[in-house]
């Protein structure tokens, strides 16, 4: 019988839904500028907006303790390859027609990552400090 702990499911979900949505944001995004989609091109600030929220409540609720600091460098990592990555993507792949996919994904991975990894290392500090 599998014990589980309910105490990280608010920000398993986000993580959960969070890079999903990411992936197919970033897929979508991609496929916009081929394919007219005014929805996307109307409402994109508000689906970033909803990556940046889940991004605070994956770093809210679902990192602390012992984790923390594999999240962090989990989490360093992913934002620094992703910002790299985009760049060196569009680049190489650009003849094959997919380096603005790909290039969509990481910017929306970046845009998930990026509070959740400020949140966590700010999170860390002030247990460090005792504040």
């Keep these: 019988m599998v014990l589980r702990s309910s105490e990280n ?8 839904v969070g890079v999903i949505l990411a992936i197919v944001i970033g897929l979508a995004t991609s496929l916009a500028s081929i394919i007219s989609i005014p929805f996307l091109t109307l409402n994109s600030k508000a689906i970033y907006s909803i990556l940046v929220l889940l991004g605070i409540a994956v770093g809210f609720f679902n990192v602390g303790g012992r984790e923390s600091q594999t999240f962090l460098i989990a989490g360093a990592v992913l934002v620094i390859v992703s910002r790299f990555g985009m760049d060196g993507v569009t680049g190489t792949l650009i003849g094959i027609g ?7 994904v990481f910017a929306a991975l970046l845009t998930l990552f990026a509070p959740a990894t ?3 290392a700010l999170k860390t500090v002030f247990s460090i400090a005792k504040v």
């Design 98 to 104: 997919i380096g603005d996919m790909v290039r969509s």
């Design 118 to 120: 400020i949140i966590v």
């Design 9 to 16: 499911t608010i920000g398993a979900w986000a993580f959960l």
